[in-house]
T-cell receptor, first 107, second 115 residues
Framework: GQNIDQPTEMTATEGAIVQINCTYQ??????LFWYQQHAGEAPTFLSY????GLEEKGRFSSFLSRSKGYSYLLLKELQMKDSASYLC????????FGAGTTVTVRA | ETGVTQSPTHLIKTRGQQVTLRCSSQ?????VSWYQQALGQGPQFIFQ???????GRGNFPPRFSGLQFPNYSSELNVNALELDDSALYLC??????????????FGEGSRLTVL
């Protein structure tokens, strides 16, 4: 089975940086995805890590350590529109999601 | 917009009834999967279809069933509805499975309320 943990909520100020951690214990692993989900909307793809290290994509970066079962999503230069739920998901033949981290960006 | 469309967007049923949810995959995608998302939770995997065959199932009872059609559209059927079935049902399509690095593209979901 899959056990995926991430914090429930985080709050940050506009322009700041926030790091969302995700730890996982899984029976199978083919990569780790991060998705963003605004309230009432579908999840949208942010990043995919299959090898250890940092993947940077604009204001968003994602890190993976397979030996530690650990990933983080780094959001830089926060904007109000970044207020959303961020979902960590581990892939084998399917995606297994964590419960999501609700990020609130304040002015 | 991902190109994955689901219908209906909202529906209300009563306990014991049956429901069919529909999904049209993004063009070129051969894999469709269904997820259930309860309020405040992450999506939970129901099952996945690849070229019209079920090739994976999560921890859901047999009253949850599905189909994938030759045009790669899909249906999710739930029989004997229970109150706990109230959730957002998400369809996702991809080219290949997530295990192959296939990115999932989600539809907007069908919100089911069971009274």
């Amino acid at each position: 089975g899959q056990n995926i943990d991430q914090p429930t909520e985080m709050t940050a100020t506009e322009g700041a940086i926030v790091q969302i951690n995700c730890t996982y214990q899984t029976s199978g692993f083919n990569g780790l995805f991060w998705y963003q989900q605004h309230a009432g909307e579908a999840p949208t793809f942010l990043s995919y890590n299959v090898l250890d290290g940092l993947e940077e994509k604009g204001r968003f970066s994602s890190f993976l350590s397979r030996s530690k079962g650990y990933s983080y999503l780094l959001l830089k230069e926060l904007q109000m529109k970044d207020s959303a739920s961020y979902l960590c998901a581990v892939s084998d033949y399917k995606l297994s999601f964590g419960a999501g981290t609700t990020v609130t960006v304040r002015a | 917009e991902t190109g994955v469309t689901q219908s209906p967007t909202h529906l209300i049923k009563t306990r014991g009834q049956q429901v069919t949810l529909r999904c049209s995959s993004q063009s070129g995608h051969n894999t469709v999967s269904w997820y259930q998302q309860a309020l405040g939770q992450g999506p939970q995997f129901i099952f996945q279809y690849y070229r019209e065959e079920e090739n994976g199932r999560g921890n859901f009872p047999p009253r949850f069933s599905g189909l994938q059609f030759p045009n790669y559209s899909s249906e999710l059927n739930v029989n004997a509805l229970e109150l706990d079935d109230s959730a957002l049902y998400l369809c996702a399509s991809s080219y290949g499975t997530p295990g192959e690095g296939g990115e999932l593209f989600f539809g907007e979901g069908s919100r089911l309320t069971v009274l």
